[in-house]
């Protein structure tokens, strides 16, 4: 192969990346509709839709030489002309093979995308349309095991030849018919495209400075005709005064010396009023200078706003591009889960910001995985509670206003116990015992978004660590948006993220602190408030002011960002300048010297030498052309946690906690007791179930982790007899081990399990995570 069908290659694969997905997409899709399919009618159309996609791809992956995705389309091929034959038909397990297939093309994909050694270089580039083409040989182990069966039973040969209605990659730029509106063009070009139009923002205030400062010569100069107004009148008078000054002094008018005099104040007369004359051109110029600059200001705000909106509004997408691969996932969650669930998506064509759904993409993951993990029952339970066997989880997307747009994330399932959310948040600390008796159901609903909160009864990899809900919070508050939650109990839950289309501008407050100047994000200054020092008061080591009938904390922002404390200004009322800043479900005001303005900034990064700086974000310049750094808020929130004093309570040192280990191998038995007392924790072990319920009768522990095939009593076992005594009902049982089936999983939950670790997935930082949240 030449460097020029090398070049050629590399363009090729570029594009056939983005063609393959799409058509994988597809596929996947295709597969979750067949399955769900009411008729044999709608299956055979369905499968037809599939066999062309996969018949495209094949073409495609030929025309770049990928003779593994070329083998294993041609394999999928083959057996969907045998599904529209009705050779052979339709069952869960080909289904299960199918999937199976569609994951593992997207991995070959994956792998061609960052080793291109895997082409097949020993033959020739096919170039689209090429009438000679040679047949190539498919090996046997470029097709998956399950294909093969049904590819051997049809009795097809291991040629393949070049389709005729592969793509033609090589010969679009020849075209001249039938091209399509759409154009494909790189996110990295949009994004590049985007940044330089955000680059013009600050063109807009460094203008607006200049109007400002041209209107200041203008007041100057209006200033200066005022005040020649007013003693012009005298300076006209000057050489009649100076001729009678001249007589009352007993000087003649003619001599020498009265002449120069009036000669040389005539002249300043004169020099004045040319002065006058052209100071008044200067004026008028000024004027209308000004005029015709403020004109071109705001052309050039309505061009800069225009090109920045058309610019965001070609970076948009539907919703459908994020929920494409939602039925798979929701399918593959729901059979793992040992549930039968259907998803229904609403209002996909909307579109919004690329960078939203970017951003969206894990929060609405972790909602549909909450919905079917924590919400929806098994069949036999749902049939128990009257409910239809199949479960149903629901994705809605509204337009909530002209640039706002509204999800629904619903599902009809068992609903959150609002009483075990309350358990959870006292147990963690963050509401006191008083304060959640207090609290009614919606503010007690809320608690859910806390990051550890979790009603899940067992801790496993995928779920159970409440940190799922936590992130969503934050994503969405990331990009200006809110979620809240709605449930009743039994009958299901409904999650709704309020979320703006487009990224809005970045509008920043600008602050005083000391000497210097800083940018704080208006999207989370949740309010502005001016407060004496006697409405500050000091409450558990803290200070604190009242907000909505509520306690905030509030510190000072030179203290977070330690600076040189000289104490703060207030104003002639004896006040304060408090800005109360929101982030993650916490309110925390910060007291500043000055509040100065607010105005749209942009964000620019402080380059590869400062990649992270605590507490700033990044810096913008203002149209003064000077430099300010942007804060962090997310960063100022958590270092006003840390310098608050804590109680004394918290300070005492506690001692250590004590963790039996069961494990009848030595060497894991060893490590888990090494790992748990390097992190601090007090550990003994026992080689068996019964030796552990032994130690557990004479000696009290704060956690017991366990395997679960041991000799004389299993872990299983072992977590029965824990919960069927009384003084050990409530301590906390981690099960490790290598079982990973759903039903091992269900077994460890029924016994009363609080976490299952599988040891295919074990790290010592996620079982040390585990321990730290139960104890």
């Not at 093309?105 to 020993?122: I, K, N, P, Y």
């Not at 006697?534 to 977070?560: M, P, Y």
Request: net charge neutral; with cysteine.
């Amino acid at each position: 192969m030449g460097p020029k069908d090398n070049e050629l290659l590399k363009r090729l694969l570029a594009t056939f990346r983005i063609e393959a997905e799409e058509h994988v997409t597809a596929i996947s899709s295709g597969l979750v509709e067949i399955e769900r399919a009411s008729t044999p009618e709608q299956q055979i159309e369905m499968i037809e839709s599939v066999f062309r996609e996969a018949h495209s791809l094949k073409g495609a992956a030929r025309a770049v030489n990928l003779v593994k995705i070329e083998g294993t389309c041609q394999s999928l091929e083959g057996l969907f002309a045998r599904l529209k034959t009705q050779e052979i038909t339709l069952s869960p397990e080909l289904f299960d093979q199918l999937h199976q297939v569609v994951d593992n093309l997207g991995v070959l994909l994956s792998a061609e995308s960052t080793e291109t050694a895997r082409v097949d270089e020993s033959r020739p580039l096919q170039r689209s349309g090429t009438p000679d083409a040679p047949d190539i040989t498919v090996t046997a182990s470029a097709r998956p095991p399950a294909l093969q069966s049904a590819e051997s039973a049809s009795s097809r040969p291991s040629i393949i030849r070049q389709p005729e209605t592969a793509p033609e990659l090589s010969s679009l730029g020849d075209q001249k018919q039938g091209l399509s509106e759409t154009v494909r063009v790189p996110a990295a070009k949009l994004d590049a495209l985007l940044r330089q139009a955000e680059e013009m923002i600050p063109a807009k205030a460094t203008a607006a400075q200049r109007v400002m400062e041209l209107r200041e010569i203008g007041q100057t100069l209006v200033s200066w005709e005022t005040e020649w107004r007013k003693i012009r009148p005298q300076a006209h008078v000057l050489p009649a005064l100076v001729c009678a000054e001249h007589r009352s002094n007993g000087r003649s008018p003619s001599s020498n010396g009265h002449g120069a005099t009036r000669s040389r104040t005539m002249k300043v007369t004169a020099f004045l009023d040319r002065n006058e004359s052209a100071l008044n051109s200067v004026k008028q110029k000024v004027t209308a200078l000004t005029k015709h600059l403020e004109y071109d200001r705001r052309a050039l705000d309505r061009r800069v706003d225009d090109l920045v909106e058309d610019v965001k509004r070609v970076s948009m997408l539907p919703f459908s591009a994020l929920l494409e691969f939602f039925p798979k996932l929701v399918r593959d969650l729901s059979r793992d889960c040992g549930k039968d669930v259907e998803l229904t998506i609403v209002g996909g064509e909307i579109e919004t910001d690329r960078r939203i759904l970017e951003e969206m993409k894990d929060p609405l993951i972790h909602l549909v995985r909450n919905c079917i993990d924590h919400g929806i029952e098994t069949p036999k339970r749902r049939e128990e509670r009257g409910k239809p066997p199949r479960g149903t989880v629901s994705i809605a997307i509204f337009p909530k206003s002209a640039d706002k747009v509204e999800i629904v994330v619903s599902d009809d399932g068992a609903g959150i116990d609002v009483q075990k959310v309350l358990a959870a948040s006292v147990r963690l600390g963050f509401v006191s015992q008083q304060d959640g008796q207090e609290m009614d159901e919606q503010h007690t609903t809320r608690l859910i978004f806390k990051s550890g909160v979790s009603t899940s009864p067992m801790i496993t990899e995928i779920s159970g660590r409440g940190l799922g809900l936590a992130i969503v919070r934050e994503k969405a508050e990331k990009v200006g948006g809110a979620v809240s939650v709605e449930t009743q109990l039994g009958v299901g839950t409904t999650f709704r993220l309020i979320l703006p289309l487009t990224l809005a501008r970045f509008r920043g407050i600008l602050v005083r602190v000391r000497e210097s100047l800083f940018v704080l994000p208006t999207r989370y200054v949740q309010r502005v408030l001016r407060v004496s020092r006697d409405e500050i008061k000091s409450a558990e080591n803290r200070e604190t002011i009242q907000i909505n009938g509520h306690a905030a904390s509030v510190v000072r922002l030179s203290d977070v960002l330690e600076m040189t404390q000289t104490g703060t200004d207030a104003d002639s009322k004896g006040k304060v300048p408090v800005l109360v800043l929101a982030w993650a479900g916490e309110q925390i005001g910060f007291v500043v010297d000055e509040i100065l303005d607010e105005q749209e900034v942009l964000v620019k990064s402080l380059g590869k030498q400062l990649p992270h700086v605590r507490n700033i974000a990044g810096a913008t310049v203002l149209g003064t052309v000077k430099v300010l750094p942007v804060l962090n808020v997310a960063d100022l929130m958590h270092s006003a946690i840390k310098i608050a004093p804590v109680s004394a309570a918290r300070e005492t040192k506690e001692a250590p906690k004590s963790i039996l280990v069961a494990e009848d191998s030595i060497t894991s038995r060893t490590l888990l007791k090494n790992i748990l007392e390097f992190a601090g924790y007090k550990v003994k072990t026992a080689i068996d179930g019964a030796e552990a319920l032994a130690v557990l009768a004479t000696e009290t522990f704060d956690l017991v982790v366990s395997d679960v095939e041991m000799p004389r009593m299993s872990g299983f076992d072992l977590t029965v007899r824990i919960r069927a005594d009384k003084r050990l009902a409530q301590l906390p049982v981690v099960l490790i081990t290598a079982l990973d089936s759903r039903q091992d999983r269900e077994h460890g939950a029924d016994v009363g399990a609080s976490a299952y670790i599988v040891k295919s997935s074990f790290d010592q930082g996620n079982l040390l995570e585990v321990v730290r949240r139960l104890i």
